[in-house]
């Protein structure tokens, strides 16, 4: 099913500005190009803030789909594109990537990297692509198993393409490069499985790596001869204790936000969680872990170390500092301040003086109970007694999904506010006592099996009213809320601003929206179908404004978390773009879910069952929904033909029959007979919604 409407016969393309000025200076001045967005963040600056103006608060209204165009995936969409010169690239599910007319929607070519399905058991969150970098007619992406590829922007054609990780390690990538003075800088992603963190640069001409910096120590002794070398040793390693750390991974891994900062020529990285996410286990219970949860300064050109300002000293609950790091200048005080902003995930706002990585100002814009507060003299989290469930298990508020995630933020800078995709996901933390290092799987040293779904509906009620999402605008320099929009649940997508005076953001809910930037007043919203979880943009062509979101359900929380309602039909990803009176629809969307699937015919023992609900929960929970309650990103196994079928599912689980499709064999983790017992889990868990 194809939904392109090319509502307008208008060739794109006659932005003849390549030969002005070079790739580098583009990107520069993107600022200056508002007719493009030409990085991820929009500029360097990464506010994602559009300077258009022709669709504005009074006018938004009438806004309306320009065109549509079927991505031909139903796999997590969290990419935001990019606009070059009329033409739009956008990164899909199993990083693949396509070129679109921005004007109609067009294909002008695909590009598939053909990354192997069993790749696809390291995304811990779906094997999602959050973006690609262009510069001087080259496009550069990374895949979920670790290469780094240059393609011609023009044609599609692969131009280097370099491993950037061992394949030998669940390392992903699923975060944007950047393209900075002449350099493709890529992260990488693996924490939850057992992976050390680094950043890499590339030559963007040749694909050489030119430098590399680890953010955790590795094996004592062994030298990396690597950028990060000399500052891992000074600074890092006498934060980390025991041997667990380097035998396990340590983590740290720099997954998403990497941000050139061109007015001090450096680099700001933020680096993901300690792994396993128990300190307990990863570092004997003491010790800060740098760089952990930190945002660290580098040279770009060496990729020697600057500063670093640690957020989470010493994570023990999965709080990454990877998410979005957004800089201006900020007055504050009187004086002007080099700023950056960040809302990573443990619930604090804070605000960095980017020459030094002094810490300028720290409050909870979400609620927070791991700590109290930031202390200003020492720039370190007052943390809550029992936090570290060391003792007893404690529900964070929020938890690993964070007060904000990767979804990206937005600042307007003449209303000087940040408009933040906050949310409320409460999370048990309960000490993993059984601890068992397992590669290829999740390695947290959290016990998640000892969460219980709540089955009575009062409890199911409570359960829903703990899980909240907000549009929230949040004045930096008075670091208080302007204002807040509730949303109905957590998990939405990410937000643009625009100088017309209007917020955008889609929704979990499926709708892509406008508020008014003054005071959050509604303004207009479109049914999408599906839940939007990616940032939205704006571009100009011809001197008509558009505003672009891809919308597409998947992702980290939809996989793993309970859809109570049973699952949805979604049409699948789409581009979805919008303009002035704009009159495209989309096709109606049937509800079609498969009948629950129970194996009337056979029995299995209570101990049986049991062995195949822990393992369901251990192994199939995180992808296929806790409690077999899936959304219906990826089968409802409730409902799966294999279900009645003792041969298929021995296949499936076993053999591994379906690894091209990312379901591989997991013989390592079950023998046949326990793969069974987890068919005999899930037939009684389709019993139950059958006998409904
Ligand atoms: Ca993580």
Redesign the pocket.
């Known amino acids: 099913m194809t939904v392109r409407r090319p509502l307008l016969g208008l060739v794109a393309g006659c932005f003849a500005l390549a030969g002005v000025a070079s790739g580098s200076d583009r990107l520069r001045n993107a600022a200056a190009e508002p007719q493009n967005w030409l990085t991820t963040g929009g500029t360097y600056a990464e506010q994602r803030f559009s300077p258009l103006r022709q669709i504005d608060a009074a006018n938004v209204a009438r806004l309306g789909l320009a065109w549509a165009h079927d991505l031909g995936t139903d796999r997590g969409i969290e990419a935001t594109p990019l606009v070059v010169d009329g033409t739009m690239y956008l990164t899909l599910p199993w990083s693949r990537i396509v070129a679109l007319d921005a004007a109609t929607g067009a294909e002008k070519w695909a590009y598939d990297p053909k990354v192997p399905g069993n790749a696809g058991l390291s995304a811990?969150?779906d094997v999602v692509n959050r973006g690609a970098a262009w510069e001087d007619g080259r496009l550069f992406f990374g895949t979920i198993d670790g290469r780094l590829i240059a393609l011609d922007s023009k044609t599609g054609k692969p131009i280097w393409s370099v491993q950037t990780t061992d394949r030998t390690k669940p390392y992903t990538i699923t975060g944007a490069p950047r393209v900075v003075r002449g350099k493709v800088i890529i992260g990488n992603?693996g924490?939850?499985y057992g992976v050390r963190g680094y950043v890499s640069a590339y030559d963007a001409q040749t694909g050489k790596l030119v430098w590399r910096f680890y953010t955790v120590p590795g094996e004592p002794g062994r030298k990396d001869g690597a950028a990060s070398d000399e500052i891992i040793e000074r600074l890092a390693r006498p934060t980390w204790y025991g041997d667990r750390y380097w035998r396990y991974g340590g983590?740290g891994?720099v997954?998403d936000s990497i941000v050139y900062d061109p007015d001090l020529n450096q680099l700001l990285i933020g680096v993901?969680?300690g792994?396993p996410?128990n300190r307990r286990i990863r570092s004997d219970d003491k010790g800060d872990n740098l760089f952990i949860g930190s945002i660290v300064a580098l040279d770009p050109d060496t990729g020697r170390y600057r500063w670093h300002y640690q957020e989470t000293p010493g994570d023990t609950w999965?709080f990454?500092s990877?998410q979005q790091i957004t800089l201006a200048d900020l007055t504050i005080g009187g004086k002007t301040v080099k700023a950056l902003m960040h809302a990573p995930?443990n619930g604090f706002f804070y605000v960095i003086d980017r020459s030094s990585g002094r810490l300028i100002s720290a409050e909870k814009f979400a609620p927070v109970n791991w700590a109290e507060r930031i202390d200003m003299k020492t720039g370190r989290p007052v943390e809550t007694p029992g936090a570290r469930f060391q003792d007893k298990p404690f529900v964070a508020t929020s938890g690993?999904s964070g007060a904000h995630n990767w979804q990206p933020m937005a600042y307007d800078p003449r209303r000087r506010l940040m408009f933040i995709p906050a949310q409320q996901v409460p999370f048990l933390y309960v000490k993993d006592e059984k601890f068992v290092y397992r590669p290829e799987l999740w390695n947290l040293g959290v016990d998640m099996m000892s969460a219980k779904l709540p089955k009575k509906p009062a409890d199911v009620a409570a359960m829903r009213q703990s899980l909240k999402g907000e549009l929230l605008a949040w004045d930096p320099v008075a670091q208080r809320a302007a204002w807040r929009v509730p949303h109905g649940g957590p998990w939405n997508g990410g937000v643009l601003a625009t100088a017309g005076d209007v917020v955008f953001q889609g929704l979990a809910d499926g709708t892509f929206r406008a508020w008014s930037a003054a005071d959050g007043r509604p303004l207009w919203r479109f049914d999408a179908q599906t839940p939007i979880l990616g940032g939205a943009i704006s571009y100009s062509i011809n001197g008509t404004q558009y505003v672009a979101v891809a919308a597409g359900n998947g992702g980290g929380l939809p996989l793993a978390l309970p859809a109570f309602d049973g699952p949805r039909t979604y049409p699948g990803g789409r581009m979805l773009v919008f303009k002035l009176g704009g009159a495209g629809t989309l096709p109606p969307v049937i509800q079609s879910v498969a009948a629950p699937n129970p194996a009337r015919s056979e029995h299995w023992t209570p101990a049986q069952l049991a062995r195949g609900e822990a393992l369901y929960g251990q192994i199939c929970a995180s992808c296929h929904g806790m409690g077999t309650l899936s959304a219906g990103v990826l089968p409802d196994l409730r409902r799966s033909g294999a279900l009645t079928d003792a041969g298929t599912w021995r296949a499936i689980l076993i053999d591994g029959a379906l690894a091209s499709r990312g379901m591989v064999s997991f013989s390592r983790y079950m023998t046949p007979a326990e793969a069974d017992a987890i068919r005999g889990y899930v037939s009684a868990q389709a019993e139950k919604i059958a006998a409904r």
């Open positions: 811990c969150c992603g924490a939850e983590g891994t997954w993901g969680n792994g996410w999965d990454t990877t995930k690993a």
